[in-house]
């Protein structure tokens, strides 16, 4: 699992061009097809091609290679590529309760744990609260959008626009828009928070990088 440093070194990695040729080589061995084989079914491809291609040595092949590459295997282009996505973290991404990476606010008593690629679209993860630290809008600053959280372990209270909420394990909050509120944790040991943001209030992470040097 990767950690966010505070300093804010890390930088963001751009999005990998598709790897078209990495994909036919997966999906050709999946289905148990020889070079030869898999060629003849294409009509169009010739064997050198498809190893260069393979290899690496073609990084964009032409339309027409493409079409013949669908072809080869019976689906299309646009499936073809969609393959290809999968490969991509910032596509698809399977993962476990560790999460994809970890944000720590030592400052707030907060430790983030994202389930998901850091995007501006959605936050999904998991917030820990030290015993009897609280935090409030401020710390989703940039999000505005649909904001849910749930306790998975302890109990939190506060309140949104001076409404009172009392979340113990299992309860839920939802609102939506820029609403004033804020959420503690009422217990001396740490509790945790499933949160879920729309979009995502990281802000390709500087509000962190900013507070926390």
């Known amino acids: 699992m990767k950690r966010f440093r505070k300093n804010g070194s890390a930088k963001e ?3 990998r061009p598709l790897d078209v040729g990495r994909i036919v080589r997966r999906l050709r061995e999946e289905r148990n097809l020889s070079g030869v084989e898999f060629c003849r079914r294409g009509k169009g491809i010739d064997p050198k091609t498809l190893v260069a291609l ?3 040595r073609i990084r964009n092949p ?3 290679t493409l079409a013949a590459l669908a072809k ?3 689906i299309t282009v646009s499936d073809l590529f969609r393959q290809a996505e999968l490969e991509q973290r910032n596509y698809f991404s399977l993962g476990s309760q560790k999460g994809v990476c970890k944000i720590d606010l030592p400052s707030q008593g907060i430790q983030l744990i994202s389930f998901t690629p850091l995007t501006e679209e959605l936050f999904c993860g ?3 609260l030290e015993g009897q630290k609280r935090f409030d809008e401020k710390l ?3 999000g505005g959008g649909a904001f849910f959280v749930m306790t998975l372990i302890g109990q939190f209270e506060g309140a949104v626009e001076g409404r009172k909420a009392l979340l113990k394990e299992g309860d839920n909050l939802y609102f939506y828009g820029g609403m004033k509120f804020h959420l503690a ?13 729309v979009p995502s209030f990281l802000k390709a992470r500087q509000v962190f990088r900013k507070r926390e040097t």
């Open 140 to 142: 989703l600053a940039g």
């Open 126 to 128: 998991k917030m820990i």
């Open 62 to 64: 032409s339309m027409a």
């Open 185 to 197: 944790n009422a217990l001396q040991r740490n509790s945790t928070l499933l949160v879920v943001a």
């Open 54 to 56: 393979e290899k690496g």
């Open 72 to 74: 080869g295997f019976g």
């Open 13 to 15: 990695k751009a999005v």
